[in-house]
């Protein structure tokens, strides 16, 4: 009797195991593979996100379409910077060996870097030109980081910058 019970425990040890492991299974396949991750600090403050949703295909090009439409996104993570502070940007590996753009406002501040990181005076990256060539200081910007490809943009990671005086 007691060997009818144990062997009727391992039965639903075992079938408990398996809709465990099925669950798991099938939870893991509801995810999306993360993305290589871009990371932007400003004095002690880091920020680290992965490529904006839409705007990565797993290190495919994407449509001319969408590219361009990604490069007007805002971030979902934002950073408050003081005037002359330094904004620092790294990348994964994985995004340095396709090579990179940072866009801030719409203007290419670094085009085709290959290193994993990259340092600028925050002032570089408040101001738009207008149509004469004359500098418009800006309070808020998106700084955007771009991974090359040979048929287009890979991806597009977004970080929100708004100045404080």
């Known amino acids: 009797m007691t060997a009818a019970l144990f062997s009727r425990g391992k039965g639903r040890r075992a079938a408990a195991a398996v809709g465990a ?58 950073l408050t910077v003081h005037s002359g502070e330094k904004v620092r940007v790294g990348v994964d590996p994985e995004i340095a060996e396709s090579g990179w753009t940072l866009v801030a406002g719409g203007r290419v501040v670094v085009d085709d870097t290959k290193a994993t990181y990259r340092s600028f005076d925050s002032d570089l990256l408040f101001v738009r030109q207008d149509e004469t060539g004359q500098l418009i200081p800006l309070k808020e910007v998106t700084l955007t980081v771009v991974e090359a490809g040979e048929s287009g943009p890979k991806g597009l990671w977004h970080f929100n910058l708004k100045q404080e005086s």
């Open 21 to 78: 492991v099925t669950l798991g299974l099938v939870a893991l396949t509801a995810c999306d593979k993360p993305t290589p991750l871009a990371t932007v600090t400003v004095g002690s403050t880091s920020k680290t996100t992965e490529a904006t949703k839409g705007c990565y295909t797993d290190g495919k090009a994407l449509e001319e379409k969408k590219w361009r439409a990604c490069l007007n996104r805002e971030g979902a993570r934002t």
